[in-house]
């Protein structure tokens, strides 16, 4: 359960959660606290279709101190199993709400399967296991445990309860240091990847709950993101390494849209050049770059450290915002229990007999999320009830774009990351360098990991 003494103060998260809360009883989850039970009172909820300024038209540019918005989307890790350290290593950031500590070791523990509990503990390496921990649907719901959160080595083993700390993520958590942090930032749903992708695509899962190619057949419920830019002459391009993630959603690609999608290399060019277009969807590779398991995550700290540095060397800097963050949890602990959440639509999971009951009126585990811009506040730490469609809310406000279901219509807009009174970084602060992957790889070779590389390096 959360610490009652956690920062992020009851009155800050019920004001961001109340939207989603309000379509629950309050009484149905005795067991969280305070702050994550339902709100007993109806909210006034946005419809899909509608605008975040009605009185204005279709594609009125707000935020002109923004002109470049860039989602850098990474797959598959807790709050906590990256940024659980944060308090404990970050000068100035001890009150951000991550793993407890006690006598110099973790003090986070959940039950183990054979009885006895598994502490929190440090990876020892960068490497990961191939297929654990698990996050699919039932995982999920057994790790969430009705709200206690104490099912994740049940669910997975000791493994879930890894984490990494600044030893492995130096540029991270130099990020960290400058740069505004959600602390109540969730991924979508208690599921993988393609559902929580697709909610930030579209606004909905459209009762998808599992990373399948079953997905690729099922469209839009209310059209995608990419339909609302095109159709308001926004301009924008998707990014890629391996395979442009998108794909997923049926439609989206079309011969029109051919030249939108670009690799990667085409990014570091454009923001060089200072031609990158208004709306930039960065897919890493999926394989290698993504840090899911069983990647090296210090492969994707490069990666990372790449793309932010590009955009701080670009001459759109002073008109750029960065949105880095995680598709889903991964399987690993988080301690904070996902609060309710509005239902995007009427359209119910497609489970199967024996699955995990569950709806899409809960978001899924804390996921990290870091706004890099030199508008950010510097050092601030979010504790708004906030969600992967909070960027895709951030994006229709930014374009007064309609909205696509219920859920990105009321998802808080995260303008609390930013001050456009004056921009902080106009200068971009000194930041740690990423690591060499040398030490890394041998300590995994210490534990018979073996990641898969990109090409031209390797173990």
């Given at each position: 359960?959360?610490?009652p003494?956690?920062p992020?103060?009851?009155?800050?998260?019920?004001r961001?959660?109340?939207?989603?809360?309000?379509?629950?009883a309050?009484?149905q989850?005795?067991?969280?606290?305070?702050?994550?039970?339902p709100?007993?009172?109806?909210?006034d909820l946005r419809a899909p279709?509608s605008l975040p300024?009605?009185?204005?038209p279709a594609?009125?540019?707000g935020?002109p101190e923004?002109?470049h918005v860039?989602?850098l989307?990474?797959?598959?890790?807790?709050?906590?199993?990256?940024?659980g350290?944060?308090p404990?290593?970050?000068?100035?950031?001890?009150?951000?709400?991550g793993l407890?500590?006690?006598?110099?070791?973790?003090a986070?523990?959940?039950?183990?399967?054979?009885g006895?509990?598994?502490?929190s503990?440090?990876?020892?390496s960068?490497?990961?296991?191939k297929g654990?921990?698990?996050?699919?649907?039932?995982?999920?719901h057994?790790?969430w445990?009705?709200?206690?959160n104490?099912?994740f080595?049940r669910?997975?083993?000791p493994i879930a309860?890894?984490?990494?700390?600044a030893?492995?993520?130096?540029f991270?958590?130099?990020l960290?240091?400058?740069?505004?942090i959600?602390?109540?930032f969730?991924c979508?749903?208690l599921?993988?990847?393609?559902p929580?992708?697709?909610?930030?695509f579209?606004?909905?899962?459209?009762g998808?709950i599992?990373?399948?190619?079953?997905?690729?057949k099922?469209p839009?419920?209310n059209?995608?993101?990419?339909d609302r830019?095109?159709?308001?002459?926004?301009?924008w391009?998707?990014?890629?390494?391996?395979a442009?993630s998108?794909?997923?959603?049926?439609?989206?690609?079309s011969?029109?849209?051919s030249?939108r999608?670009?690799t990667m290399?085409?990014f570091?060019?454009?923001?060089?050049?200072g031609?990158?277009?208004?709306?930039s969807?960065l897919?890493p590779d999926?394989d290698?770059?993504?840090?899911?398991n069983?990647?090296?995550?210090?492969?994707?700290?490069?990666l990372?450290a790449?793309?932010?540095?590009a955009?701080?060397a670009?001459?759109?800097w002073?008109?750029?915002?960065l949105?880095?963050?995680?598709?889903?949890?991964?399987g690993y602990?988080?301690h904070?229990?996902?609060?309710?959440?509005i239902?995007?639509?009427?359209?119910?999971?497609?489970?199967?007999?024996?699955?995990?009951?569950?709806?899409y009126?809960?978001?899924?585990?804390r996921?990290?999320?870091?706004?890099?811009?030199?508008w950010?506040?510097?050092?601030y730490?979010?504790c708004v009830?906030?969600d992967?469609?909070s960027?895709?809310?951030?994006?229709e406000?930014?374009?007064?774009?309609?909205?696509?279901t219920?859920?990105d219509?009321?998802?808080?807009?995260?303008?609390?990351y930013?001050?456009?009174?004056?921009?902080?970084?106009e200068?971009?602060p000194?930041?740690a360098?990423?690591?060499?992957?040398?030490p890394g790889?041998k300590?995994?070779?210490?534990?018979?990991l073996h990641?898969?590389?990109?090409p031209?390096?390797?173990?």
């Open positions: 359960m959360i610490d003494l956690e992020c103060t009851r009155r800050t998260l019920l961001g959660a109340a939207g989603g809360a309000a379509l629950l309050a009484s989850l005795p067991a969280l606290p305070a702050w994550a039970r709100v007993a009172r109806m909210a279709d300024f009605p009185d204005l594609g009125t540019v935020m923004i002109e860039v989602v989307m990474m797959e598959n890790h807790s709050f906590d199993s990256f940024l350290m944060v404990h290593q970050v000068p100035g950031r001890g009150a951000v709400d407890r500590m006690r006598r110099g070791r973790a986070n523990t959940n039950p183990a399967r054979g006895g509990v598994v502490r503990a440090h990876a020892g960068p490497c990961q296991l654990l921990p698990r996050q699919d649907w039932n995982a999920s057994a790790s445990d009705g709200g206690r104490d099912g080595a669910a997975c083993g309860m890894r984490y990494w700390d030893s492995d993520l130096p991270t958590y130099s960290v240091r400058h740069f505004p959600g602390e109540r969730f979508s749903t599921a993988q990847t393609y929580n992708r697709r909610f930030f579209t606004g909905t899962a459209s998808t599992a990373t399948k190619s079953a997905t690729m099922i839009a419920a059209g995608t993101i990419w830019l095109d159709a308001h002459g926004v301009d391009g998707i990014y890629y390494q391996s442009p998108w794909l997923i959603v049926p439609g989206s690609y011969p029109a849209r030249t999608q670009r290399d085409r570091f060019k454009d923001a060089k050049a031609r990158l277009p208004a709306f969807f897919d999926y290698t770059t993504s840090q899911e069983p990647q090296d995550v210090q492969v994707g700290e490069r990372i790449q793309v932010a540095g955009l701080m670009s001459p759109s002073t008109s750029t915002a949105f880095i963050t995680y598709d889903e949890h991964g602990y988080d904070v229990p996902p609060p309710p959440a239902r995007p639509d009427d359209i119910a999971p497609m489970t199967a007999p024996g699955d995990a009951p569950g709806g009126d809960r978001y899924g585990f996921v990290p999320l870091i706004v890099v811009s030199p950010a506040r510097a050092r730490a979010s009830t906030q992967l469609t960027i895709t809310a951030f994006v406000r930014k374009w007064n774009l309609p909205a696509m219920f859920r219509a009321n998802a808080d807009p995260m303008l609390d930013f001050d456009f009174s004056r921009p902080a970084f200068t971009p000194r930041l360098a990423a690591p060499a992957l040398g790889l300590a995994c070779h210490r534990q018979g990641p898969p590389l990109p031209g390096l390797t173990a």
